[in-house]
């Protein structure tokens, strides 16, 4: 890239023409500078991506640029000139400068505008979408940090045919955009058409008239379900001022099956414009809250804020909604008959392959996620290799010679399941969760004891006989022989982690932490952090303690919620306890010892990992040492006392490690980003790999969901097919 030299500065020059003047921004597709065109004198923007060093790939940008170049809309930024720079390849779009902030940046400093404003910047939107589908362009990466406010007040969509550009030259995925706006079916697969946009333009609305995007979570696994499943409710139940109507409209927008949306942005638009001529709705007295369901009572769907019937859209002939494709957490589709072929639903694998050749682009005030995608693989991989059921099951790769073993006990419990969470033993009895539906397996054999209905089940923790299960609509339940003995609602949508003790059982729910007496289920207190959990919980020696995304490690009272210090830094993980001192990982790059009583470090110790998508892993501590699932590595052990390092395992080739659970002299650790979904066993004074094993399907959803349970000579791990039982001496599986 040529440099001119001006005095004791140096400006950058794109293709001879273009000054770069300031730098504005980065995000997940690039830079963009204030520059200036010496030719004409003119104030322009400069879009600068990433190269992908291949002739195809550069053709594809140029083609995409000149197809949204073409688009002339007054809502749309114009497109003035591309390129690439013949120094280094840059390749760059320049566009008009629009001198105004985009909504993300008026959201986060002034909150949500009134709503007549809400609704004119949507009308806007959704006027500026009608143009482009009309040429047969279609964004796929609509959020409000693509939609500038003018001076004048004029919205404007940036990035069209960027997403689509990035997505396309990525060779491990076609799957582009930002989790909090992104359709559901973009997670199957789909390519996504016009009505996908109408979708992230209906979580925009929503964020517009209440602050918020429509399903809140902290980490993208609980994103995607959100997507997936839950059921949103209207703006209207968090703002006053909102009409029936137009609270019809946003779920409309935001309907699981494309089919359900409305037929176009032009349709979106005029119904904006009509809804905002009618007068300001007064506030509604707030409806008594619904009792939670009893046993055996039908579930019957929430209707926080009913709709008219007048507002529904009509029902078109031949079609029927999308429950089936995109089922609602709650209630449960009843079953199809025996006759009916199921649907297949989307495989983990299709909706969370964050896996190898996956990326987290981050981008200002929100994260754009590239998901991998592959052939399908249902069935776990045979030593025939045809991964087709037939032949007998692969053996686990043994890198040891030992004498011949007694009968393997491995087993595998069938166990559809998107996203599953890991498997818990306790008092003789292992629970998982599938399908929104918690089971209890014998441990030793794999038949099932009972199952319960536990709808958009996130975490669990057992203590003794009673198994709890937290859930994204808030809830968390408590079943004993798979009897309910009460439910505890936190009032919390989104994130859940619990914790279970003798005495009292602890819910980590979005920005609050709950204290909740075990027996009776009735809150005894709580706690309300600055900003989301990240599912960080732990409880030991009386301190519960959590962090934020604010980079802050909280630490209360168990038994009381009363707050006993506070650590500020870098984002921490969950930590882990053992004889006074906590062990957290700092950021993505360090492990740190604090004191368990004040929060002062005792010692920090470098991981020296490369960068990865998963990032370092929660430590655990046993026998005096600390141990790391890696984001490039399986394992890192540190001696618990000083921080030395003992060993590193970088035997599995670049792939991110779970949590390490550590029994009888060996550490076990799910490989997390290969589609075999290896699980390891490393020995523990040493690192070295004593055997793997392929259950078949990617394990975890999160290093902390992926990680292994092992019990009385079993190691258990759990993946989209189910819960599998492998031998912990040897590796061998079913």
């Known amino acids: 890239m040529p440099e001119v030299s001006w005095g004791n500065e140096t400006v950058r020059v794109l293709a001879g023409r273009y000054e770069l003047v300031r730098f504005v921004g980065r995000g997940g597709m690039g830079e963009v500078w204030e520059g200036l065109d010496r030719v004409i004198r003119r104030r322009v923007a400069v879009k600068m991506l990433p190269h992908h060093q291949d002739e195809a790939s550069t053709e594809r940008f140029f083609r995409e640029a000149r197809v949204a170049g073409g688009l002339s809309h007054r809502g749309v930024v114009t497109v003035y000139d591309m390129g690439q720079d013949p120094d280094d390849a840059t390749l760059f779009l320049v566009m008009e400068f629009v001198d105004g902030r985009d909504l993300a940046a008026l959201l986060h400093e002034d909150g949500p505008p009134p709503v007549p404003t809400a609704l004119d910047w949507a009308a806007q939107t959704a006027a500026a979408l009608a143009a482009a589908h009309g ?14 406010r003018t001076a004048g007040g004029e919205i404007k969509v940036l990035d069209f045919g960027i997403a689509r550009f990035v997505a396309a030259t990525n060779k491990s995925s076609q799957v582009m955009g930002t989790l909090a706006y992104m359709p559901p079916e973009r997670f199957a697969e789909q390519p996504g058409d016009a009505r996908s946009d109408l979708y992230a333009l209906g979580c925009v609305l929503n964020e517009l008239l209440t602050g918020h995007t429509p399903f809140e979570a902290t980490e993208p696994v609980s994103m995607m379900t959100a997507h997936l ?20 409209l946003v779920l409309r927008l935001l309907a699981k ?205 057992a203590f003794g006989a009673v198994v709890y299960v937290a859930c994204a609509d808030g809830r968390l339940f408590a079943i004993e022989g798979g009897t309910e003995k009460w439910v505890f609602s936190s009032g919390k949508e989104g994130s859940a982690e619990v914790v279970a003790g003798e005495e009292m059982v602890w819910l980590a729910a979005n920005e609050a932490l709950f204290g ?43 038994a009381t919620g009363a707050e006993r210090w506070v650590v500020s830094g870098t984002r921490m993980s969950r930590p882990a306890h053992a004889d006074g001192v906590l062990y957290v990982v700092r950021g993505s790059d360090t492990v740190h010892a604090l004191d368990a009583a004040s929060g002062d470090e005792k010692w920090s ?48 080739g670049g792939l991110a490690g779970s949590v390490p659970v550590i029994a009888d002299g060996m550490v076990f650790v799910a490989g997390l980003e290969d589609d075999e979904g290896p699980v390891y066993a490393l020995d523990a ?50």
């Open 229 to 248: 499943y839950r059921t949103p409710t209207g703006p209207g139940t968090r703002r006053d001022g909102v009409s029936a109507a137009l609270d019809a």
């Open 257 to 461: 099956d494309p089919a359900d949306r409305p037929a176009s942005a032009t349709e979106v638009h005029d119904e904006l414009r009509r809804l905002g001529e009618e007068p300001p709705v007064a506030p509604a007295a707030p409806a008594p809250p619904a009792p939670l369901p009893t046993e055996g009572a039908p579930t019957a769907p929430a209707a926080p804020h009913a709709l008219p019937t007048a507002t529904a859209p009509p029902p078109r002939p031949g079609h029927q909604p999308s429950v089936g494709r995109f089922p609602a957490l709650a209630p449960a589709p009843a079953p199809a008959p025996a006759s009916a072929p199921a649907e297949p639903s989307p495989t983990r694998r299709r909706v969370l392959s964050l896996g190898i050749g996956a990326a987290v682009l981050a981008a200002t005030g929100t994260a754009a996620v590239l998901l991998s995608q592959g052939d399908e693989k249902d069935t776990p991989p045979t030593a025939d290799g045809n991964g087709d059921g037939a032949g007998d099951p692969a053996p686990s790769e043994v890198l040891d010679d030992r004498p011949s073993a007694p009968a393997s006990r491995a087993w595998v419990f069938e166990l559809a399941s998107i996203l599953p969470t890991a498997p818990v033993v306790s008092d003789g009895v292992l629970y998982a969760t599938g399908d929104g539906t918690t089971h209890a397996v014998g441990p030793e054999n794999g038949v099932s004891r009972w199952e319960r209905e536990t709808p958009g089940s996130l975490s669990l923790a």
């Open 135 to 148: 040429a047969g362009v279609v964004h796929r990466d609509l959020k409000p940090g693509n939609l500038m």
């Open 605 to 652: 110790a470098p991981l020296d990992e490369e960068e990865g998508l998963w990032g370092p892993s929660p430590p655990t501590v046993a026998d005096g040492t600390v141990y790391v699932g890696g984001s490039s590595r399986l394992a890192h052990a540190f001696d618990a006392e000083t921080g030395e390092r003992k060993w590193t395992s970088d035997d599995a």
């Open 516 to 558: 909740i007496d075990a027996a009776t289920g009735e809150e005894k207190w709580h706690f309300t952090a600055e900003e989301w959990i990240d599912h960080t919980l732990t409880v030991a020696a009386g301190t519960a303690c959590f962090s934020s995304r604010d980079g802050l490690l909280y630490a209360v009272d168990a």
């Open 685 to 734: 004074a040493s690192g070295e790999q004593r055997w793997r094993y392929p259950t078949g399907a990617q394990v975890g959803g999160t290093a902390t969901s992926g990680a292994p349970a092992v019990a009385d000579g079993l190691v258990y791990v759990t993946n989209e097919l189910g819960v599998f039982a492998i031998e912990a001496a040897d590796g061998r599986g079913p």
